[in-house]
């Protein structure tokens, strides 16, 4: 039998290409999750919250969100060479969190969302780019 004949040897090619699975995605996000300690998942669990409560329609709920966030983002201890913990588990959310800020109206709330974004800004920049800011009245 020749290389040709081989049925298999014309689908390994094929299959290395395709993308992995949504399932095997999710695997490997809930193998970071397991990765973590109970104090580390209860951290990114509380900054999710707070991520979804910042969106809320309460100004009182986003101002208590955003100065818990604020508050988490100041207390976190870390090396000079590593990132804290709370910038890296509010990464993934970055992006919701700008576009959320981009349909506020003018206030202090903004202002306020505004200041967080700045700080997650730096961990998300590109090593030599530079990340401006969004323009706040």
């Known amino acids: 039998m020749t290389a040709d004949q081989n049925p298999s040897s014309s689908t390994a090619p094929e299959q290395a290409s395709k993308p992995p699975p949504k399932d095997l995605k999710k695997k490997k996000e809930d193998k970071k999750d397991e990765d973590l300690s109970d104090e580390d998942l209860a951290l990114k669990q509380q900054l999710e919250l707070y991520v979804e409560r910042v969106q809320d329609e309460n ?29 890296k588990f509010l990464r993934p959310h970055y992006g919701k969190l700008k576009a959320y800020f981009e349909t506020m109206i003018d206030s202090d709330l903004k202002k306020y969302l505004a200041d967080i974004l700045s700080v997650l800004a730096l961990t998300m920049a590109a090593e030599g780019e530079r990340v401006g800011l969004l323009n706040i009245p």
């Open 59 to 87: 100004p009182g709920v986003q101002r208590l969100a955003l100065e818990s966030m604020r508050q988490e983002i100041r207390s976190a201890t870390s090396s000079m060479t590593s990132v804290p913990k709370p910038l």
